[in-house]
């Protein structure tokens, strides 16, 4: 087992199980429902730098979270290095405990941009930003990789050499390159090996969607901690499964669609609510009998209180049965 996160250690413990960003999913409600579930810290989806810097209502809206959340980075990406740094400057004013930049989203129109993971392919470029933003930030910087742009420029100890040097507090890495997208397996191998020989700590992320995988990449040194993403989804008690143990977990389904939606109508109005609710409602039932003719009805509903009843009366049905972990692809896509 690698040595903890010091940065974390000072301030929340030893913090090893992460909630991994993904956009259109890690809002403020989400993150608090996961951290409740025993997820260690939390980052938010992906936003605009440049949103946040001409002050976008909805960008804006989208950085804001709750104190029960900590620790809780938000996370960057853009292509302009005054524009990022002046972004960070507002995510530190509004009191994150760090701020994370996103060079891993592979999404074509973010790419496209010199956004995201178009920023694998210039190192140097990358130290100069990360250079300016440590320059400027008081709270920790961490930085959110994959292993390179393609198979043949799997650059990703360079670049964990150049956030060093800039004084990165750790480097997250998605074991894909960007041409695999979401397609293949995350490449663990390579990231111990880094993890090894890194003079930061790296946090592991990729087909982590289970308890014993979690704590296998743990136990055996392939890095400091890990994030979880799409396992969290499929089972939303993961992190309680990985602090407690399988048995341990309560699996009590009434109760997380409860809580999820009245977490929802306090954060959001209810029409955004409804469509967010949707969403989850669809991601939860994955794994679980007739969740295609669930998801189907889902979306023949009208409003907060008849999407409740629905699910409530579809995982009602399920009693404590956990969805079943096929090992199928799932909600390939949507963060880096």
């Known amino acids: 087992m690698l040595p903890p996160i010091q940065v974390f250690k000072e301030r929340f413990g030893d ?23 025993g997820s260690q810290a939390v980052v938010s989806e992906l936003l605009s730098a440049e949103g946040l810097v001409r002050g976008g209502a909805r960008t ?13 980075g938000i996370q960057i990406f853009g292509s302009h290095i005054g524009t990022m740094t002046e972004a960070a400057k507002i995510i ?19 790419v496209c941009d010199g956004s995201g993971s ?22 920790p910087l961490t930085i959110k990789v994959r292993t390179g742009w393609d198979e043949q420029n799997r650059n990703v ?68 901690a890990v994030m979880i993403g799409r396992g969290a989804l499929k089972n939303p008690w993961i992190f309680q499964e990985i602090l407690e143990s399988p048995s341990a977990a309560s699996g009590d389904l009434i109760g997380l669609i409860h809580e999820h939606f009245d977490l929802a109508i ?19 039932a994955a794994g679980y009998p007739y969740s295609s003719t669930f998801r ?16 409530l009366d579809f995982f009602g049905k399920q009693g404590f049965q956990k969805p079943i972990n096929d090992g199928q692809p799932f909600l390939m896509g949507g963060h880096g």
């Open 15 to 37: 913090v090893r199980y992460i909630l991994a960003p993904m956009a259109g999913i890690t809002d403020t409600v989400f993150r608090l429902l996961m951290r409740r579930m």
């Open 60 to 72: 804006r809206q989208m950085m804001q979270f709750d104190e029960r959340e900590r620790p809780v």
């Open 92 to 110: 530190q004013e509004e009191g994150a405990d760090f701020v994370d930049i996103n060079f891993g989203c592979p999404v074509k129109k973010v």
């Open 118 to 139: 178009a920023w694998l392919k210039e190192p140097e470029k990358m130290g100069e930003l990360l250079s300016n933003l440590k320059a400027n930030l008081r709270v």
């Open 157 to 224: 100890k360079e670049i964990v050499r150049v956030a060093a040097q800039c004084g990165v507090a750790w480097v997250a890495i998605h074991g894909r390159t960007r041409a695999q997208g979401y397609s293949g397996w995350a490449d663990w191998d390579l990231i111990r090996e880094v993890a090894q020989s890194s003079p930061i700590p790296i946090i592991g992320n990729g087909d982590i969607i289970t308890a014993e995988q979690a704590h296998a990449k743990i136990d055996g040194g392939f890095s400091h």
């Open 266 to 284: 306090e954060k959001k109005d209810r029409d955004r609510a409804f469509l967010s609710l949707k969403k989850f409602m669809g991601w939860y």
């Open 296 to 311: 189907g009805s889902i979306f023949q509903t009208h409003d907060v209180d008849e999407l409740r009843k629905l699910a």
